[in-house]
């Protein structure tokens, strides 16, 4: 079965109306660009002409943005439904009933359940990605050019490109988290296969092999401090940072936190400005590492624990100093 047609059926199944990528329609488009630029070739006599124009004016006005707005409405999608559910796993008991209260949590959501719905957003992210790899590369083939990988480079400047997403790595977490407790026993559905946290020489790293030779590799050591990440966060920009490391990085206090960034501090591995805003606490993934790298996890927490308390003492010391015209 062709792809196009794998994904039609795939995005018509499900349950929910979800955003997706008008794979038919591009390709229609990129059709239509060909036969145009055939004809206008014949008419001129031309034949050893194999680019399209500068400036067509069916990619630029109508693929290109057509294609942009769809990536930013899946990844926007999958976040969303992402944070959701890994927000669900983590609640406390009263949180937990607080979410139920207000409808977040329908039926009988036990570790089975959390599991398949990663599973599905696992899923719907890959293919998604697949979609616009081909269309991207249709795109190429069709012109004779590299601007389809230069727009997936344009994406993943604006933090649309789904394997980019921080939610994803935090997927991969949640899933080995679940296969460490009690699930395990009773033949759970598995979320990835092949997944897990690798150790090298100390070093750890999230390895998952998934399906269309689409490979997730995660680094799990900060390039500031360059440790294993402790109390990770992930910037939009997708990469990894320890929290303090972060903070130390963007100009804050752990005080004030990351959201009190000036919009013109950049990311210390990409230099991507406006990055911080939204960072993304990665709390599956912190649970995962104090699991795993238990020793060096504690050790790390009395040295943090330490240097917080210094920097909270220091920031309300000014703030009293402040307050009193010193």
């Not at 890994?86 to 607080?98: C, D, M, P, Q, T």
């Not at 979609?131 to 400047?157: C, M, N, P, V």
């Not at 440790?227 to 004030?256: E, N, R």
């Amino acid at each position: 079965m062709k792809f196009c047609k794998k994904y039609q059926e795939y995005m018509e199944h499900q349950e929910k109306k979800l955003p997706g990528v008008g794979f038919k329609k591009l390709k229609k488009i990129l059709k239509k660009c060909r036969k145009d630029f055939q004809s206008q070739k014949d008419i001129n006599g031309v034949h050893n002409v194999q680019i399209c124009p500068d400036h067509c004016p069916v990619c630029d006005g109508s693929f290109f943005p057509s294609l942009l707005k769809e990536m930013s409405d899946v990844v926007g999608c999958f976040n969303e439904r992402a944070q959701k559910l890994l927000e669900l796993h983590l609640a406390s008991g009263f949180r937990k009933y607080v979410i139920w209260f207000k409808g977040k949590l329908q039926g009988n959501q036990n570790h089975v359940a959390l599991i398949q719905e990663g599973k599905d957003l696992v899923t719907y992210a890959l293919i998604n990605a697949i979609a616009i790899r081909k269309i991207l590369k249709k795109y190429d083939k069709i012109h004779y050019s590299k601007q389809g990988q230069a727009f997936k480079s344009q994406a993943q400047s604006m933090h649309i490109e789904i394997l980019q997403s921080p939610w994803l790595c935090e997927l991969m977490a949640f899933h080995i988290n679940l296969k460490e407790t009690k699930v395990k026993s009773r033949k759970a559905p598995a979320l990835f296969e092949g997944c897990s946290l690798a150790l090298k020489d100390g070093k750890p790293s999230l390895t998952c092999e998934l399906f269309d030779s689409v490979k997730l590799d995660v680094d799990l050591t900060c390039s500031i401090c360059l440790d294993t990440v402790f109390d990770p966060v992930a910037l939009t920009c997708g990469h990894i940072f320890c929290y303090m490391c972060a903070c130390s990085a963007a100009s804050v206090t752990i005080v004030d936190g990351l959201k009190a960034t000036e919009p013109k501090e950049k990311c210390p591995l990409c230099r991507a400005a406006r990055v911080y805003e939204g960072a993304v606490h990665l709390e599956e993934l912190s649970i995962l590492l104090s699991r795993s790298c238990h020793e060096y996890w504690e050790q790390r927490l009395q040295t943090e624990r330490v240097e917080r308390i210094r920097q909270a003492k220091e920031h309300w010391e000014s703030q009293c100093r402040a307050f009193v015209g010193v």
